[in-house]
Nanobody, 115 residues
Framework: QVQLVESGGGLVQAGGSLRLSCAAS????????MGWYRQAPGKQREFVAT???????NYTDSVKGRFTISRDNAKNTVYLQMNSLKPEDTAVYYC?????????WGQGTQVTVSS
C-alpha cells in the first residue's frame, strides 16, 4: 500500500510563503502523475497543480504565477512552493499519486492564511 505523507502546512500572513512536501513510501517513478488538491471548509476538494512523470506541469488558474510544483525523484518527494499567499488559499492541502490503475491520497496538511 502506497503511503503519501504531506508536511509543511501552517499559519502564514497574506503575502507570505510556504512550501509543502509530499513524501511517498516508494519510488515516484511508478506514478504517471502526482498532484496537489485542496479543500476549504464547506467546499468540495479542488485541483491545484499536477506534475507528470516527464515533468510537465499544470495549474489551476487561481494559483498560476504564485505556486510552483516540482519533484525530487531521488527523495521520492513532490513539493508545492506557494508564494504571495491569499486568505482564499486557506484549505487542507492533499497530495495525490496516480497510476494507470488507481490513485492514492495523503492525509492532508492545513494551510491557513490570515489577512
Amino acid at each position: 500500500q502506497v503511503q503519501l505523507v504531506e508536511s509543511g502546512g501552517g499559519l502564514v500572513q497574506a503575502g507570505g510563503s510556504l512550501r509543502l512536501s509530499c513524501a511517498a513510501s516508494e519510488s515516484i517513478f511508478r506514478f504517471a502523475s502526482m498532484g496537489w488538491y485542496r479543500q476549504a471548509p464547506g467546499k468540495q476538494r479542488e485541483f491545484v497543480a499536477t506534475i507528470t512523470a516527464g515533468g510537465s506541469t499544470n495549474y489551476t488558474d487561481s494559483v498560476k504565477g504564485r505556486f510552483t510544483i516540482s519533484r525530487d525523484n531521488a527523495k521520492n518527494t513532490v513539493y508545492l512552493q506557494m508564494n504571495s499567499l491569499k486568505p482564499e488559499d486557506t484549505a487542507v492541502y492533499y497530495c495525490k499519486a496516480v497510476t494507470p490503475f488507481r490513485y492514492y491520497w495523503g492525509q492532508g496538511t492545513q494551510v491557513t492564511v490570515s489577512s
